[in-house]
């Protein structure tokens, strides 16, 4: 499909046809009962979120540095933004890639919204010195059980995240939506079903899907270092069987628009359309020719994804 240097096929050999036929794994028996036990513990804890105002890079819009209480006492950091020039309709958590934030974005698809940005707890304003500040590391930390691994908590802070907006606009209580790419794509995916707080969501070439078969796929991302951890200890695979974006999606009945790509070195395109192929309740598919990979049409490409985004949140015809 395109020109490359990487040493397998980015494609991994699947056609869009075959994409569309895959199903995820079946699901522990007690899958949703970690989650809900993660979910309470969450909304059990006060986000006691606090606000410092900073020097905002556009006209229209008010920026604070935003610290909030997640699960088990750790102060997330992240951003809150809130437009000045009209009145905010909605609230919308944003999560990023494995890259973190370094920074709020301002030009976001729909409605005016007041927008909260939380950094996962290891990267940016959320670093911690116990906790890893790099992807293929951090994509790793307390794998070894499922009540110790890194993404247990990264959920868990955007539950904390939906609770600090509500404490300072509970106004916005039942307007709350969710957008996530790459990283923030797979765990919003395991964020959601649980999450009766937010109202629409956008899943961007999500990770972390099918680990079965991504445990078959070399790549440039994340999901390498979880190759090589389950090559050395395959008993690590019971505890990715709980943190399956595609499994966790197969619970969710949030409206979800969702990314996907057909060429993908960093997050394999099958894990991607296996959560959306396991969304059972109302969804739409943006299809990416590729991503994580710069090519000519990308611009134009994601121009048109922004206007269906904005189509999306605001419920209007796609």
């Known amino acids: 499909m395109f020109k490359h240097d990487f040493p397998f096929d980015p494609t991994y050999g699947y056609t869009e046809p075959r994409l569309r036929t895959i199903i995820a794994p079946p699901a522990p028996k007690d899958f949703a009962a970690f989650w809900q036990t993660t979910y309470s513990f969450a909304l059990a804890t006060n986000p006691d979120p606090v606000l410092r105002p900073i020097a905002s890079p556009r006209k229209g819009f008010d920026v604070f540095e935003l610290v909030y209480t997640g699960m088990n ?10 437009p000045t020039d009209t009145a905010p309709t909605r609230g919308v958590i944003i999560s990023h890639g494995y890259g973190g934030r370094s920074a709020p974005d301002l030009f976001l698809p729909g409605s005016p919204a007041i927008a909260i940005f939380p ?131 197969t619970f969710s009945q949030t409206p979800t628009m969702v990314s996907c790509a057909l060429f993908d070195p960093a997050v394999p395109p099958p894990g991607q359309w296996a959560v959306y192929n396991a969304l059972p309740a109302a969804k739409h598919l943006f299809i990416h020719q590729a991503e ?15 206007r269906q985004q904005e189509q999306w949140f605001d419920q209007s015809t796609i």
């Not at 707890?121 to 994509?139: D, K, M």
């Not at 995916?189 to 070439?205: F, Q």
Request: aromatic share 10%; net charge neutral; glycine share 12%.
């Open 73 to 82: 006492g750790f102060r997330v950091g992240g951003w809150l933004t809130r």
């Open 292 to 306: 994580h990979f710069d090519w000519p049409g990308q611009g134009a490409e994601l121009r048109q994804l922004f």
């Open 119 to 249: 950094c996962g707890r290891g990267f940016h304003r959320s670093a911690h010195p116990e906790l890893p500040s790099v992807s293929t590391s951090h994509v790793i930390h307390g794998i070894a059980h499922r009540d110790t691994y890194i993404h247990r908590f990264c959920v868990a802070d955007l539950f904390s995240a939906v609770s600090a907006l509500l404490a300072l606009h509970p106004d916005l209580d039942g307007h709350v939506d969710y957008m996530g790419t790459s990283f923030g794509g797979g765990i919003g995916a395991m964020m959601l079903p649980w999450e009766k707080r937010i109202r629409r969501a956008y899943l961007g070439v999500p990770s972390f899907g099918h680990h079965p078969i991504r445990l078959t796929c070399p790549c440039a991302g994340s999901g390498e270092s979880i190759r090589q951890a389950v090559s050395n200890d395959p008993a690590l695979a019971d505890t990715l069987r709980y943190f399956d974006s595609a499994i966790a999606s």
